[in-house]
């Protein structure tokens, strides 16, 4: 289930404790001051517990590949997806993962100052230090060779990656990375999945920038098809 994940041991990020966490299809990597793998256990139980019963009575959450309309009462996680994927224009699902590693991570940080979370390429991060993200970027001369500088910040952010060519998530395109880097990681998660779903071939990268600039909330894009790369927001490119 969970494919080639050698990845992870490239952003270890330094003074922190890395560990595991698998709860059914989520398989997040978590680095913080100390190893808090029983308490993000349960949270991850809850998480899904909230998106699991939802989807019991509301089916089309699981399916849509468009936006729903107001859930009516409904748990946060479930209210922040609907929220993300509407301002994208995808389907709801396209926010799980970081949805995940934002509530898992936000509610960890009540036992740590610093958090990395990361769920198959989406991460949620509170980091008292700038932080470089490896590019994973399978069919790319810009994989694990290039990475996203991002500055030292106050508050957490999400940094998320949607791939045509790599992992099992839904896309409809062909890009070898589409990174989104916002404040809210369901909103980077969902903005990546639409991103994404635009490329196809390296001719779509611009027109595929200009509409994520135009969402708002998001701070950051880069994208990558084969050897070309688009860069956009508050972002540095550096080499590793």
Same mark, same amino acid.
């Given at each position: 289930?969970?494919?080639?994940?050698?990845?992870?041991?490239?952003?270890?990020?330094?003074?922190?404790?890395?560990?595991?966490?698998?709860?059914?299809?989520?398989?997040?990597?978590?680095?913080?001051?100390?190893?808090?793998?029983?308490?993000?256990?349960?949270?991850?139980?809850?998480c899904?517990?909230?998106i699991?019963?939802?989807?019991?009575?509301?089916?089309?959450? $699981?399916?849509?590949?468009?936006?729903?309309?107001?859930?009516?009462?409904?748990?946060?996680?479930?209210?922040?997806?609907?929220?993300a994927?509407?301002?994208?224009?995808?389907?709801?699902?396209?926010?799980?993962?970081? $949805?995940?590693?934002?509530?898992?991570?936000?509610?960890?940080?009540?036992?740590?100052?610093?958090?990395?979370?990361?769920?198959?390429?989406?991460?949620f991060?509170?980091?008292?230090t700038?932080?470089?993200?490896s590019?994973?970027?399978?069919?790319?001369?810009?994989?694990?060779?290039?990475?996203?500088?991002?500055?030292?910040r106050?508050?957490?952010?999400?940094m998320?990656?949607?791939?045509?060519?790599?992992?099992?998530s839904?896309s409809?395109?062909k $890009?070898?990375?589409?990174?989104?880097?916002?404040?809210?990681?369901?909103?980077?998660? $969902?903005?990546?999945?639409k991103?994404?779903?635009?490329?196809?071939?390296?001719?779509?990268?611009?027109?595929?920038?200009?509409?994520g600039?135009?969402?708002?909330?998001?701070?950051?894009?880069?994208i990558?098809?084969?050897?070309?790369?688009?860069?956009?927001?508050?972002l540095?490119?550096?080499?590793?």
């Amino acid at each position: 289930m969970f494919e080639n994940r050698t990845y992870r041991a490239q952003h270890q990020k330094k003074g922190l404790v890395s560990f595991e966490v698998t709860v059914k299809e989520t398989n997040l990597n978590i680095q913080a001051h100390t190893d808090l793998t029983d308490k993000a256990i349960k949270l991850v139980l809850t998480c899904r517990n909230h998106i699991e019963t939802y989807i019991t009575f509301h089916p089309e959450f $699981a399916t849509s590949f468009t936006p729903l309309q107001n859930p009516g009462p409904a748990p946060g996680i479930i209210r922040d997806m609907i929220d993300a994927s509407t301002l994208a224009n995808v389907g709801p699902m396209a926010a799980v993962a970081g $949805a995940v590693a934002e509530y898992t991570g936000k509610s960890l940080l009540a036992f740590t100052s610093e958090i990395l979370v990361e769920n198959g390429g989406d991460i949620f991060i509170k980091s008292d230090t700038d932080t470089i993200f490896s590019i994973y970027a399978k069919n790319s001369p810009f994989s694990m060779t290039t990475g996203i500088q991002v500055k030292k910040r106050d508050t957490p952010y999400g940094m998320c990656t949607s791939s045509g060519t790599l992992g099992h998530s839904k896309s409809f395109g062909k $890009a070898d990375a589409a990174t989104v880097f916002s404040d809210s990681c369901p909103l980077a998660d $969902a903005t990546a999945t639409k991103l994404g779903n635009m490329i196809n071939t390296a001719a779509d990268i611009n027109a595929a920038i200009d509409a994520g600039k135009a969402i708002p909330g998001i701070n950051g894009i880069v994208i990558i098809k084969g050897e070309k790369i688009g860069l956009w927001g508050d972002l540095k490119l550096v080499k590793i």
